[in-house]
């Protein structure tokens, strides 16, 4: 049996004396204390050399890095009393996708100490699911199962079951905006509109989607969100790539076909829909 030496999962990349689990011969002085001690403050600055440092000296895993979001400002689950903010004002992120894609659905409930609850809805298709896990590398299954993800039957999602999930926030909270993109949902839009909730399409071009990034950026390094344990959210925030245009504006993107930044796109319209404490929710309708 092959014995297996690295940090436990609940240990700080920076506490000293986790160091040992990963390097038995510490105690040999190899490596030597100092040396790590020095190596961690070199490297604890920057996502990325936490990152090398937290799999070739704590022989442990870490999110992608290298990517938009330093996962080290990421929330730590809470637990959220959503009875408790019924009827309270809510801005909903809607990103619809057909088959390969996630559908997602983001609510963002802002909170009286100036941080936003943020709860995620999300569907894949049941048809393929077995392979889909192994493309895209998710426990896809498990989620269904602790719902954290619903599995509509056959290969495409099926809208109107997010519309019925929708008209449940509705009712649920006094909701402002319901933030959609209108590419390809012309059919879901006037079902949407017709069961009265407030529709304001919101381009997912660089121009609108500029600003949201840079709302979410400045919430999420501030870490103002409160979410539950949505380890789907959490994934896509990891695997997000920034795209920039001439001005600098960022719209995100993913590096690869199988990653999954939808709940996240839907996340960042829920919050720009709303526009921060001091902003405004109408200025993603103004491209």
Known sequence: MPILYGIDKE????????WPKANPNMEHGQPAVRDLKTMWNTKKGSAI???????????????????????AYAWTPSTIDWEALKGRQAWVGVDLSKSL???????AVPLDDGRVALRGHYWWPLENVRQRELDYRLPVRNWAASGKIELTPGPEIDYNRILEVLVGIAQEFSVQVV?????GTQKFAADAVNSGLPLQTYSQGIATMGPGCQLWQQYWVGRKFVVGDDPILRQACAVAIPVRDSNGNIKVNKSRRTHIIDPLVAAIMAVHAWGGVQGTSWDFLME
């Open 11 to 18: 240990d700080d990349l920076g506490d000293v004396e986790a």
């Open 49 to 71: 050399g936490r990152a090398e440092f937290s799999r070739y000296i704590c022989a442990r895993t870490s999110e992608e890095v290298g990517n938009w979001l330093d996962m």
């Open 101 to 107: 894609d996630m559908s997602a659905v983001v609510v």
């Open 179 to 183: 933030a959609y993109d209108n590419w």
